[in-house]
Nanobody, 135 residues
Protein backbone atom coordinates (compact mmCIF):
# COMPACT_ATOMS: atom_id res chain seq x y z
CA UNK A 1 0.00 0.00 0.00
CA UNK A 2 1.26 3.45 -0.93
CA UNK A 3 2.14 5.56 2.07
CA UNK A 4 3.37 9.17 2.18
CA UNK A 5 4.95 10.84 5.20
CA UNK A 6 5.76 14.54 5.37
CA UNK A 7 8.34 16.09 7.66
CA UNK A 8 10.30 19.30 8.07
CA UNK A 9 7.61 21.67 9.30
CA UNK A 10 8.04 23.87 12.31
CA UNK A 11 8.05 27.38 13.69
CA UNK A 12 10.02 29.84 11.59
CA UNK A 13 10.46 33.58 11.66
CA UNK A 14 9.35 35.65 8.67
CA UNK A 15 12.04 35.67 6.03
CA UNK A 16 13.33 32.26 7.06
CA UNK A 17 13.53 29.05 5.07
CA UNK A 18 12.35 25.49 5.40
CA UNK A 19 12.74 22.29 3.44
CA UNK A 20 9.79 19.97 3.65
CA UNK A 21 10.23 16.31 2.81
CA UNK A 22 7.74 13.77 1.55
CA UNK A 23 8.88 10.18 1.81
CA UNK A 24 7.05 7.45 -0.01
CA UNK A 25 6.93 3.83 1.04
CA UNK A 26 5.26 0.80 -0.40
CA UNK A 27 6.20 1.48 -4.00
CA UNK A 28 9.05 3.01 -5.94
CA UNK A 29 8.57 6.76 -6.20
CA UNK A 30 9.70 6.97 -9.79
CA UNK A 31 6.26 5.81 -10.91
CA UNK A 32 4.40 8.62 -9.18
CA UNK A 33 3.74 12.25 -9.81
CA UNK A 34 3.81 13.93 -6.42
CA UNK A 35 2.10 17.16 -5.48
CA UNK A 36 2.39 19.51 -2.55
CA UNK A 37 -0.71 21.17 -1.14
CA UNK A 38 -1.25 23.49 1.76
CA UNK A 39 -4.15 24.55 3.91
CA UNK A 40 -4.06 27.78 5.83
CA UNK A 41 -6.24 28.17 8.92
CA UNK A 42 -9.90 28.51 7.96
CA UNK A 43 -9.10 28.30 4.24
CA UNK A 44 -9.48 25.60 1.63
CA UNK A 45 -6.62 23.35 0.71
CA UNK A 46 -4.70 24.59 -2.33
CA UNK A 47 -2.19 23.03 -4.65
CA UNK A 48 1.32 24.46 -4.46
CA UNK A 49 3.50 22.41 -6.76
CA UNK A 50 3.91 19.07 -8.49
CA UNK A 51 6.74 17.06 -10.01
CA UNK A 52 6.54 14.05 -12.31
CA UNK A 53 8.04 10.66 -11.64
CA UNK A 54 11.23 11.27 -13.54
CA UNK A 55 11.77 14.69 -12.03
CA UNK A 56 12.08 16.34 -15.44
CA UNK A 57 8.75 18.13 -15.41
CA UNK A 58 7.15 20.21 -12.72
CA UNK A 59 4.80 23.07 -12.13
CA UNK A 60 4.37 25.56 -9.36
CA UNK A 61 1.57 27.93 -8.39
CA UNK A 62 2.03 31.50 -9.57
CA UNK A 63 1.47 32.79 -6.04
CA UNK A 64 4.63 31.08 -4.73
CA UNK A 65 6.82 30.49 -7.76
CA UNK A 66 9.45 33.01 -6.70
CA UNK A 67 9.95 31.39 -3.30
CA UNK A 68 9.08 27.69 -3.56
CA UNK A 69 11.12 25.01 -5.27
CA UNK A 70 10.16 21.37 -5.74
CA UNK A 71 12.64 18.58 -6.31
CA UNK A 72 12.91 14.84 -5.84
CA UNK A 73 15.48 12.17 -5.09
CA UNK A 74 14.08 8.88 -6.32
CA UNK A 75 16.99 6.98 -4.79
CA UNK A 76 15.72 8.17 -1.42
CA UNK A 77 12.04 7.90 -2.42
CA UNK A 78 11.66 11.51 -1.32
CA UNK A 79 10.22 14.70 -2.78
CA UNK A 80 11.24 18.04 -1.33
CA UNK A 81 9.60 21.44 -1.14
CA UNK A 82 12.03 24.21 -0.36
CA UNK A 83 10.46 27.42 0.87
CA UNK A 84 12.44 30.62 1.07
CA UNK A 85 11.42 34.06 2.27
CA UNK A 86 8.69 32.64 4.45
CA UNK A 87 5.73 34.92 5.10
CA UNK A 88 3.10 34.83 7.82
CA UNK A 89 0.55 33.88 5.17
CA UNK A 90 2.53 30.70 4.45
CA UNK A 91 1.37 29.38 7.80
CA UNK A 92 -0.64 26.19 7.48
CA UNK A 93 -0.57 22.46 7.10
CA UNK A 94 1.42 21.18 4.15
CA UNK A 95 0.51 17.89 2.53
CA UNK A 96 2.09 15.81 -0.15
CA UNK A 97 -0.02 13.57 -2.32
CA UNK A 98 0.25 11.08 -5.11
CA UNK A 99 -1.32 12.48 -8.27
CA UNK A 100 -3.32 10.44 -10.73
CA UNK A 101 -1.76 9.55 -14.08
CA UNK A 102 -4.68 11.47 -15.62
CA UNK A 103 -2.91 14.74 -14.86
CA UNK A 104 0.35 15.51 -16.56
CA UNK A 105 2.55 17.55 -14.25
CA UNK A 106 3.65 20.23 -16.65
CA UNK A 107 3.02 23.92 -17.02
CA UNK A 108 -0.62 24.58 -16.21
CA UNK A 109 -1.06 21.56 -13.95
CA UNK A 110 -1.44 23.70 -10.83
CA UNK A 111 -4.22 25.68 -12.51
CA UNK A 112 -6.02 22.39 -13.16
CA UNK A 113 -5.57 21.33 -9.54
CA UNK A 114 -6.85 24.72 -8.39
CA UNK A 115 -10.10 24.15 -10.29
CA UNK A 116 -10.33 20.59 -9.01
CA UNK A 117 -11.95 21.54 -5.70
CA UNK A 118 -12.92 17.92 -5.00
CA UNK A 119 -9.29 16.83 -5.39
CA UNK A 120 -10.24 14.12 -7.86
CA UNK A 121 -6.67 13.91 -9.16
CA UNK A 122 -5.27 12.97 -5.76
CA UNK A 123 -5.01 9.25 -5.10
CA UNK A 124 -3.18 9.21 -1.77
CA UNK A 125 -2.60 11.90 0.86
CA UNK A 126 0.11 12.18 3.46
CA UNK A 127 -0.80 13.17 7.00
CA UNK A 128 0.64 16.68 6.71
CA UNK A 129 3.29 18.75 8.43
CA UNK A 130 2.57 22.07 10.07
CA UNK A 131 4.42 25.25 9.16
CA UNK A 132 4.04 28.26 11.42
CA UNK A 133 5.58 31.55 10.41
CA UNK A 134 5.65 34.00 13.24
CA UNK A 135 7.97 36.47 14.90
Amino acid sequence: QLHLVESGGGLVQPGGSLRLSCQLSGFSMEYYTIGWFRQAPEKEREGVSCINGGGDSSDIADSVKDRFTISRDNAKNTVYLEINGLKVEDTGDYYCAAISWRLSCSRGAMAVLKRDTSNTYVTTWGQGTRVTVSS
